[in-house]
């Protein structure tokens, strides 16, 4: 029996993809994992049974797991339904969880294998949910059949609030991404999704109250009220939360579109098809618009059971406002020395409103104010310090600040930031309770329904590790391994994040041959944060539009280059004097892979108009190859390049390292490390 | 301007893929084309406007072809709605097609296009509805943009019915499968889906009269009337008529599970696992049985609009007859010889039921006999000949001897089988027209929803230019070409006969790396007809069965090995001495990856039992790679080798043509070829 800890993963999971295949492809990873012997076997006679507490979501979970399981390994299961002393595995929930989910309900269950079957025990069917995905992580192929190793977990969330956010707004996702991503998120036991349902560019809800919202805010793309129904029961038959957020005072052009009294300039007001910080806000100073909150409030609440309702209340710019001069007027009467003084106003009584309607409110860092009562939660785009401030203050917070998926980071990146550091390592016990837990987000600027998956998954994972496993789960090598193997299970249940890439590579060259794309593909990522906006800007004079067509490289290509990520381990192994025999050989294919791609993608580039402006990359792609080849033949040699030559590759990399297509071409930061290696 | 004419298209178009993405990728072959110059640009900008006649049907086509275009090209249409006078392309119909759609319905069409605009004019929607998918099948990919070539189109189809059946009773088959099989009839200009709803594996729709139908004889697994509806609402959308079957008397045990008063023996029934042909049979003798249709068949009838109602009507072995006394005694005292007497008088007694509820009865070969009337329509699995004698009697009749999509038989067969050919080549023109067209069948005993799609894809279209093309139209390499072309567009529509491909073989080997298993994979099929079940009887000593899981090689690998009937191609031209250089360097190419993919593969095979028994396969790929390798040496060497090599070559390459793991390797004969080329 040994036990299994993050911290006790080496470098070999990652270094070998084969080998990461085995029971520890968990993610997150459990709270405590004690290892048995023999396996459990997983054939067509598997079945499931429920005994103790019972309910129609505890079956259709049973049934859920089935169909799941079905589609991961190929089975098709004939058991008949059986008692609990027949079944393979077995759930044992004591009672019933809360009507309408609460945060820091119990979600602890304990999951035992040995060769004779599993049993799955949980406080309450939130506890159960969870164990069902341990249980299908765990399911591997063998020379023998599929199982499931002998083994004991105990396990529990470390936060309680582990959300995605979504973005529906500034482009329009319809309800089939809207029920994958549930399904990804129930699959790395994330509990929460918010739905950011308005914004300048699109309001994406039926009102029946304020029809005009949805009828000429939206070009006719919003989710029906039953539409959201139908997303809530899918959601808490998945243990998930679901939080309607309508950004206000700003954000919310597309409020005004058909109510333009709300807004602070005369109008008309149409959706906003650029992406930014724009002028119009909500008028705070009428009480009619309050009114309508109220109303629309009310309506809203009556809809979404969640406790909780976001506000936004990010990013008003004021301009709106300083360019009425009623609001000045109102501004001055009432003693209020700034805007901020009069968002501060407008948000005390929304939260009035939604408190009215039996709701807490949440909203982004600018709405903390000592006016409004301490059950508010704040959500941080600005960070752990400020999350600390707010905790002191009494408030709970939410982070969101690291965990951004539109903004081409790494699975590290996202991974290795920590709700509970900077400022917020320093609080006391009490107020570290505060944090309630985090959010990664996805604004959809740059994304559509095609490639919004790959925006989120499986990065996605990683950062759901972050939020439920202990604190000092942080092994990277392991987290890419296991973040890897459990990519390619998500397929399993309807995430499009790998299936989009052939066919999107296949449109850029207009034909099936995609080798010589991919091999440019998988080096390729759009350059962090909001560079691609400005390249994009400074190449064609005009910013990016939600009306755009999305079918470039830079939205084929993921992310995160996971080519990228394997390729630098392999040079910090050379370079260390570490690397493998095998490693070697794999460098050297992938080297001269690089090198003679561009002649077999040439052709293609010319006769597509979606690639002209890749062509630059791809000729650097092989140059890199060329001198990654040349560094590595210096290394094997011992000889020792000359000046001229370590110079000229420097400019050649240099020149490799800026963007095009609005891509960067990753690789070369590691080609770079090669050379420099050799030269030394 | 040049006349393009199917025979016309040459070689080359085949050996290059990248070159057939012309405008000529059209499938099927429309009637004439005529070639302008110049061309349409197609950019966000496009727009689509309908002149004349027009109703929500056609509206929602020119919506369909906009978000089709859309997927197509990746591109964001942003033009708002405008007047014919403006749009890229008009559509123009004379006047509505008929409420229900018939059989032999003008679907003619002309499409013009030049660099100002496009134009589409037909009679009515049906034309229309053809035209928009030859106009979307024209947009290319150049190096300025999308666009279409100036052409101007004259088109209708050879045959009036144009159909695919697909069996959802030996395997479930669910809506979402059946709706994008008819997005993919609509691509292809099919017009009749043909609803295979009840056999002795499955009774798979909805009878609110007979509720035990589905309630016992489904497994839960069927279409409630609901969802009937909206299948024949978006086949109507799609120009496609629906037309049940109920097959009857034999292949109707699922009838009985609900209903054991219906059949021939005293019961219980249960439903069949097993394929085949069964002894249960509805009893034709009692007056109960006849109540029972006439109630059922109203049901029905009311149900589906078409003027037509398919009786099945097959494979009745008479045993269940044979076994019971009162039926043999009525068979005697009403002057019967034998079975088919009886079965005659059942389907005279079950024309009548039919024909009150206003229907025109379908069935297979077994239904012909003189007591029915003319109007009945016989589908021959018996092949053209059967169809020439029918049409002779005065009777109506389609081919699908030769379109059987689940034998594993190559495009290239199914395109050659025609349907005017053997004794049918013989009739005169006016019993030619007794023979409406054609059915591809897609029987379900080996697909599941997983992998169907790409039993029936690209495939269909090949057929469907059987059916819509002149009859001239039968050059195979341009087939292939075109065939390739639109089955990659094809993915547009939402069929999943590409995309299974990659999750198949990873839930193989259990791991992304699947360059190993694909390069094996792309070039075994399942051997053709029904040898896969005998080979799996033969292997564990029971024959396949529906409960079956259908995760093997066999079912990953594709129907048609598109590899090897490129391979093959490549082996013609060396042997006759047109090998380009290009061509040979492809050859040595493949060859040495087979040669070395064993190796490779060896450690995957080991470490899965799914694999375990492809390992002969990956070692007689690897000796075929070496065996091809040292034959084009000889061959380039003009030296000879000796009989004892060529003697050795010819075992191992018979040996490698065996089956394991229930598939074949498809490059064998192709290889044989090379060697005795090399030896000659």
Not at 223 to 236: C, G, L, S
Not at 293 to 306: K, N, Q, S, V, Y
Not at 375 to 391: E, H, K, T
Request: glycine share 6%.
């Amino acid at each position: 029996m040994r036990i299994l800890s993050a911290i006790g993963l080496t470098l070999c999971l990652f270094s070998s993809f084969v080998a990461a295949q085995t029971p520890m492809n968990l993610m997150p990873l459990p709270a405590s994992v004690q290892h048995g012997s023999g396996q459990l076997a997983i054939n067509e006679n598997f079945s499931v049974a429920i005994s103790g507490y019972t309910e129609p979501r505890l079956e259709r979970a049973a049934a859920r797991l089935i169909s799941t399981l079905a589609r991961q390994t190929g089975t098709t299961f004939t058991a008949p339904a059986v008692d609990a002393t027949k079944a393979t595995l077995v759930i044992h929930a004591e009672r019933s969880s809360n009507e309408v989910q609460t945060v820091g309900e119990d979600e602890s269950y304990e999951l035992t294998v040995t060769p004779q079957g599993a049993k799955l025990n949980a406080a309450n069917p939130l506890g159960i949910l969870r164990g069902l995905q341990t249980f299908l992580q765990l399911v591997e192929l063998t020379p023998n059949g599929y199982s499931v190793a002998s083994v004991t977990i105990r396990d529990q969330p470390r936060f309680p609030w582990r959300g995605l956010m979504i973005d529906v707004s500034r482009h329009w996702l319809p309800i089939e991404v809207i029920k994958r991503s549930l399904d990804g998120m129930e699959a790395v036991k994330l509990n929460t999704f918010h739905w950011h349902l308005s914004d300048n560019q699109g309001f994406r809800i039926e009102s029946k109250k304020y029809p005009k919202l949805q009828e000429l805010g939206s070009d006719g793309k919003f989710f029906t009220q039953d539409q959201v129904k139908e997303v809530i029961d899918y959601a808490r038959d998945r243990g998930i939360r679901v939080i309607p957020e309508f950004d206000l005072p700003g954000h919310s052009t597309s409020f005004f579109v058909g109510y333009p009294e709300l807004g602070s300039a005369p109008g008309p007001y149409s959706i906003e098809r650029e992406y930014g910080i724009f002028d119009p806000a909500m008028d705070p100073t009428k009480e009619s618009t309050y009114k309508f909150l109220d109303g629309f409030i009310g309506e809203m609440a009556a809809l979404f059971p969640d406790a909780y309702f976001h506000i936004g209340g990010d990013e008003v710019n004021g301009k709106g406002w300083d360019g009425n001069a009623p609001i000045q007027q109102f501004l001055h009467s009432h003693g209020m020395k700034d805007n901020a003084d009069l968002q501060a106003y407008f948000n005390k009584r929304l939260q009035e409103i939604v408190s009215k309607h039996h709701k807490i409110m949440v909203g982004w860092d600018e709405i903390l104010s000592p006016d409004l009562p301490k059950s508010i939660v704040i959500q941080s785009w600005r960070g752990q310090d400020s999350l600390a401030d707010a905790a002191r203050k009494g408030f709970h917070g939410l982070l969101s600040f690291g965990y951004y998926l539109d903004l081409y980071q790494s699975a590290a990146f996202h991974y290795s930031t920590e709700p509970l550091s900077g400022k917020a390592a320093t609080l006391n016990d009490e107020d570290k309770k505060m944090i309630l837990g985090g959010e990664a987000c996805m604004w959809s600027e740059m994304v559509t329904p095609e490639n919004v998956d790959s925006r989120i998954w499986p990065r996605m994972a990683a950062i759901a590790e972050r939020f439920w496993s202990p604190q000092n789960t942080r092994d990277i090598p392991s987290m890419y391994a296991r973040m890897e193997a459990e990519s390619m299970r998500l397929e399993s249940v309807g995430l499009q994040h790998r299936a989009y890439y052939r066919p999107m590579l296949e449109r850029l060259v207009g034909s099936s041959d995609i080798a010589a794309i991919k091999t440019l593909a998988d080096v390729v990522q759009a350059p962090p944060e909001y560079r691609r906006e400005g390249l994009h800007n400074e190449a064609t004079g005009h910013p990016y539009t939600s009306l755009e067509s999305f079918n470039h490289l830079a939205d084929a290509s993921r992310p995160e280059s996971i080519v990228a990520v394997r390729f630098n381990t392999w040079v910090d192994d050379l370079v260390a004097h570490r690397a493998t025999p095998a490693e070697i050989a794999q460098m050297r294919e992938l080297l001269t892979q690089w090198r003679d791609n561009d002649a077999k993608l040439r052709p293609q580039l010319q006769s597509s108009f979606l690639l002209k402006e890749a062509a630059p990359l791809s000729q650097n792609l092989a140059m890199l190859g060329t001198s990654g080849l040349l560094a590595m033949q210096y290394l094997e040699n011992g000889s020792k390049p000359g000046p001229e030559w370590m110079n000229e590759q420097a400019a050649l990399i240099n020149s490799a390292k800026q963007p095009h297509a609005e891509s960067l071409l990753v690789v070369a930061p590691a080609v770079e490390r090669l050379v420099r290696a050799a030269g030394q």
